[in-house]
């Protein structure tokens, strides 16, 4: 198999090189950019699985850049910031960022994300022991083609977007916690649940519900979770 490479962006050359030298550790090939720009120009010349990438830079920032990618590649994203309050997180995930990671970060800690989404972006799909469509109402998910469809409409979605509809859809009716969502769908014990997972929910629901505030398919359980409905 081809090395699977990954875009470090962030306007500290010091960061940048260290985060080459964990990530050559791990066997991948590193693709390295100083500004959103200049991410961008790679990642249209490039062939890139993930990318690490900081907030804060100059021409582009990170939160602008993450929309840019979002318009075309389903790549995972992870947020480089040393911001650390909630809101900012959310803030990252909601502009299509799959995870968060505050600055100053533990390598380990950073290189298991790294595998994590590595893992769900280049062989979820293939979890699907059959290959058979999932189906409710309107609602399909072809595990082979690895793609949702609803009412006939592609729907583009991340690789942690599909990890979760993966997930709920094999087990439609079932309600599960944010909790065992996270683990099911990072395949890594739960951490940061209650504010990673409503927000890749919120973002599915945008792009498969006619009225996300009133979702006919992926609804809430108060206090107790999520589930796709069974129609």
């Not at 309107?138 to 592609?154: F, N, S, T």
């Not at 309600?175 to 969502?181: A, G, H, R, Y």
């Not at 951490?191 to 990673?196: K, L, M, Q, V």
Request: glycine residues 6%; hydrophobic residues 40%; aromatic residues 8%.
């Amino acid at each position: 198999m081809d090395k699977l490479n990954v875009l470090v962006c962030d306007d500290d050359t010091a960061i940048v090189d260290a985060l080459e030298i964990y990530l050559k550790q791990e066997d991948y090939g590193v693709v390295k950019a100083y500004t959103g720009r200049q991410a961008l120009k790679a990642l249209s010349e490039q062939k890139i699985h993930l990318v690490l990438l900081d907030i804060m830079m100059p021409e582009l920032d990170g939160l602008l850049t993450t929309i840019k990618i979002r318009e075309e590649l389903n790549v995972p994203i992870i947020i480089l910031s040393a911001k650390s309050e909630d809101t900012d997180k959310i803030t990252g995930l909601n502009f299509g960022a799959d995870d968060y990671v505050t600055k100053p970060f533990n390598p380990l800690e950073l290189m298991a994300r790294v595998r994590s989404q590595m893992r769900r972006y280049t062989a979820l799909g293939s979890m699907a022991a059959n290959n058979s469509i999932l189906r409710t109402g309107g609602l399909e998910l072809d595990p082979e083609a690895k793609e949702l469809r609803v009412d006939g409409e592609a729907i583009k979605l991340t690789a942690t977007e599909y990890g979760i509809m993966l997930f709920l859809m094999k087990n439609m009716g079932h309600v599960f916690s944010t909790e065992q969502i996270y683990e099911q769908v990072w395949n890594e014990p739960s951490y940061s649940a209650e504010n990673t997972v409503p927000v890749h929910i919120r973002r599915i629901r945008e792009k498969i519900e006619i009225n996300p505030r009133e979702p006919k398919y992926l609804k809430v359980v108060w206090g107790i979770g999520y589930k796709i409905e069974k129609y």
